[in-house]
């Protein structure tokens, strides 16, 4: 069983930053890819963006491109989504998830952009 724990999410002013934290139960080196997800109130769900662990290679959605950055470190187990440049659009509430046979998901953590 994968336990996933976010943290990192809380309220900003439009223009700063935060970086989210996804810690998981066991080695990340077997999951792959890992990914942030996130759902506004009243949207659908929306991939963020995703890493390979091995590889770190990234890929982001268009509407975070040059804003958000995905990174992990293997000996934390830990993915982390460093966002800069918010805008109110990106309220949600955050999910990471593992791909390690079947999808993981972590519990979630509320990000509010507002002035």
């Known amino acids: 069983q994968v336990q996933l724990v976010e943290s990192g999410g809380g309220l900003v002013q439009p223009g700063g930053s935060l970086r989210l934290s996804c810690t998981a139960s066991?080695?990340?080196?077997?999951?792959?890819?890992m990914a942030w997800y996130r759902q506004a109130p009243g949207k659908q769900r929306e991939l963020v963006a995703t890493i390979t662990i091995s590889s770190g290679s990234t890929s982001y959605a268009d509407s975070v491109k040059g804003r958000f950055t995905i990174s992990r470190d293997n000996a934390k187990n830990t993915v982390y989504l460093q966002m800069n440049s918010l805008k109110p659009e990106d309220t949600a509430v955050y999910y990471c998830?593992?791909?390690?046979?079947?999808?993981?998901w972590g519990q979630g953590t509320q990000v509010t952009v507002s002035s």
């Open positions: 066991g080695t990340i080196w077997t999951m792959d890819p």
């Open positions: 998830a593992a791909k390690l046979g079947a999808t993981y």
